[in-house]
C-alpha cells in the first residue's frame, strides 16, 4: 500500500473514531445534563473533546441513536417508565385538547423521553388565543413563547409556544394553523417531515408498549 493511500485511510479511520466519540458525549450531555438542542449538544461535546475538525461533528441522526444507545445501556431501568408516564400524559392531554386536532411529537413520540423531557404537542387553530383562552378557562396557569420551525428547506415560520406543567409533567404545546395538519414542519434531526401521531396512535403505542418493532410498522403505514 502507497504511504499516501496509507494516511488517508488513517485519517479517516480517526475521523470515524472522533465522529462517533462525539456523538457518544453529546448523547451523555443530552441525557445526563437536559440539553435537548442537537446542535448545541455536539458542539459543547466537541470542545470538551477538544475536535475541532466540522468533518468530525455527526450528523443529527448519529446523536439520536447514540442517546438511544446511552439510555439502553446506562438507564434500562428508569427511562421506560420515564417515557410510559409521558405516553400516557400524552394521551390524557390529547383527549383534553381533542378540540384542537392535537398530534404527539419530539422524543415522548420517538421513544428517547426521560427525565427532562417535556410532553410535546402540535395543535391547530388559526388564532392561538382561541387556544389560550380554552387553557385559561380551565384554570391552566401557562408562559407563552415562540418557535422557529422550518416549514421547508427554504423557509422558516414563528409560532406561538404554550408552556404549563400538569401533574408533575412539563407540556410544549405549539399552536399551528389548521392547513398545517397537511404539510407537517420539517425535522430538527433529519429535515424531512416531522412524524406525529394522532391520539389513536399515541394509544395504539400504548397497547404495544414494549413491541417497538410493530408500533414503527403501524405508523409507517399511517405516515404513507
Known amino acids: 500500500m502507497a504511504r499516501g493511500e496509507h494516511h488517508r485511510i488513517h485519517a479517516q479511520d480517526r475521523l470515524q473514531r472522533n465522529r462517533l466519540r462525539v456523538a457518544q458525549e453529546a448523547a451523555r450531555l443530552m441525557s445526563e445534563h437536559g440539553i435537548r438542542d442537537f446542535h448545541h ?3 459543547k461535546a466537541a470542545e470538551r473533546l477538544g475536535i475541532f475538525e466540522a468533518q468530525a461533528l455527526p450528523r443529527n441522526n448519529e446523536i439520536e441513536e447514540a442517546l438511544r444507545e446511552h439510555q439502553r445501556i446506562f438507564h434500562a431501568d428508569t427511562q421506560p417508565q420515564l417515557l410510559q408516564e409521558r405516553r400516557e400524559a400524552a394521551v390524557e392531554a390529547m ?3 381533542h378540540a384542537f386536532e392535537p398530534r404527539l411529537v419530539g422524543a415522548v413520540l420517538e421513544g428517547t423521553a426521560d427525565t427532562h423531557s417535556a410532553v410535546c404537542l402540535h395543535v391547530f387553530s388559526d388564532t392561538a388565543e382561541t387556544v389560550v383562552l380554552f387553557l385559561e378557562e380551565h384554570g391552566v396557569p401557562l408562559t407563552q ?8 428547506r427554504d423557509e422558516q415560520n414563528e409560532y406561538p409556544v404554550l408552556l404549563f406543567n400538569a401533574d408533575g409533567l412539563p407540556f410544549d404545546i405549539t399552536v399551528l394553523p389548521k392547513d398545517a395538519l397537511r404539510q407537517p414542519p420539517l425535522d430538527r434531526i433529519d429535515e424531512k417531515p416531522m412524524r406525529r401521531a394522532s391520539l389513536a396512535m399515541v394509544e395504539e403505542l400504548l ?3 414494549g413491541n417497538d418493532d410493530e408500533f414503527e410498522r403501524m405508523l409507517s403505514a399511517a405516515l404513507k
Not at 413563547?145 to 421547508?152: A, E, K
Open 145 to 152: 413563547q415562540t418557535r422557529r420551525l422550518r416549514i421547508s
Open 207 to 209: 397497547a404495544t408498549a
Open 41 to 43: 449538544a455536539k458542539l
Open 95 to 97: 383527549r383534553f385538547l
